[in-house]
T-cell receptor
Framework: EDQVTQSPEALRLQEGESSSLNCSYT??????LFWYRQDPGKGPEFLFT???AGEEKEKERLKATLTKKESFLHITAPKPEDSATYLC???????????FGTGTKLQVIP | GAVVSQHPSRVICKSGTSVKIECRSL??????MFWYRQFPKQSLMLMAT?????????EQGVEKDKFLINHASLTLSTLTVTSAHPEDSSFYIC?????????????FGNGTRLTVT
C-alpha cells in the first residue's frame, strides 16, 4: 500500500535554530513530490516540486531535497513567520491525484 | 500566477438544506480540479477528482449523490453538499492543476468552512 509519512508531527524551534522536516514514502512509481505550507484556516500554499532523486530546490530560508525514499525540508535560521503546518504530497505514476502526508506543525518562538 | 479562488469562505446552514461551493482558477485554465476535505488537526483527504466536461471520479467511501461535483468550464468547478447534516461540517478545499501539466503541482483555494446546525 502506498504510504506517505511525515515526521515529526510537531516541532518547536527557537528563532534562528535550524532544523529539518522529514517526508518518507513507500510508493510504486513516484512522478513528483510536492511541499506545501498551510496556515490555520487557509488552503495549502505551494512551495516546491521535486521530480527525481538528488534534486534540490531553495526558497529563502527553505531548502527541499529528495532521495529515493524520502524528502527533507530544511529550515535555516527560522523566523516566527515560518510557523505553519508543512505538508508533503506525492504524485504517482498512472494517477492524476495527489496524496498528502499528515503534516508537521512547526512553531518558531521569538 | 496560479491563483485559485474559493467561495464562500464560511457558510452556516440548517440540517437538510444544500450548499454550493465554487472554485475558480483566476489566471490559468484547469482541466482537472480536486476537492479535499480536512478535519481538525488532520491532513487533506481527497474526495473526488473532476475533469472538465466529464463526470467526477469519487474516492472510496465518498457518496457521489451527496457531494455533487460539476466542472462545466476550464476555470470553474462546483461542489454541492446536498441534504447537509451536522456530520458534514468540515473544511472543504478545492485545488486545480494547470491544463497540459500532468506532473505539475496543485494550487489551492483558501477553503470553505461549512457548519451544519
Amino acid at each position: 500500500e502506498d504510504q506517505v509519512t511525515q515526521s515529526p508531527e510537531a516541532l518547536r524551534l527557537q528563532e534562528g535554530e535550524s532544523s529539518s522536516l522529514n517526508c518518507s514514502y513507500t510508493v510504486s512509481g513516484l512522478r513528483g513530490l510536492f511541499w506545501y505550507r498551510q496556515d490555520p484556516g487557509k488552503g495549502p500554499e505551494f512551495l516546491f516540486t521535486l521530480y527525481s532523486a538528488g534534486e534540490e530546490k531553495e526558497k529563502e530560508r527553505l531548502k527541499a531535497t529528495l532521495t529515493k525514499k524520502e524528502s527533507f525540508l530544511h529550515i535555516t535560521a527560522p523566523k516566527p513567520e515560518d510557523s505553519a503546518t508543512y505538508l508533503c504530497a506525492v504524485l504517482l505514476s498512472g494517477y492524476q491525484k495527489v496524496t498528502f502526508g499528515t503534516g508537521t506543525k512547526l512553531q518558531v518562538i521569538p | 500566477g496560479a491563483v485559485v479562488s474559493q467561495h464562500p469562505s464560511r457558510v452556516i446552514c440548517k440540517s437538510g438544506t444544500s450548499v454550493k461551493i465554487e472554485c475558480r482558477s483566476l489566471d490559468f485554465q484547469a482541466t482537472t480540479m480536486f476537492w479535499y476535505r480536512q478535519f481538525p488537526k488532520q491532513s487533506l483527504m481527497l474526495m473526488a477528482t473532476s475533469n472538465e466536461g466529464s463526470k467526477a471520479t469519487y474516492e472510496q467511501g465518498v457518496e457521489k449523490d451527496k457531494f455533487l461535483i460539476n466542472h462545466a468550464s476550464l476555470t470553474l468547478s462546483t461542489l454541492t453538499v446536498t441534504s447537509a447534516h451536522p456530520e458534514d461540517s468540515s473544511f472543504y478545499i478545492c485545488s486545480a492543476r494547470k491544463s497540459g501539466g500532468t506532473d505539475s503541482p496543485l494550487h489551492f483555494g483558501n477553503g470553505t468552512r461549512l457548519t451544519v446546525t
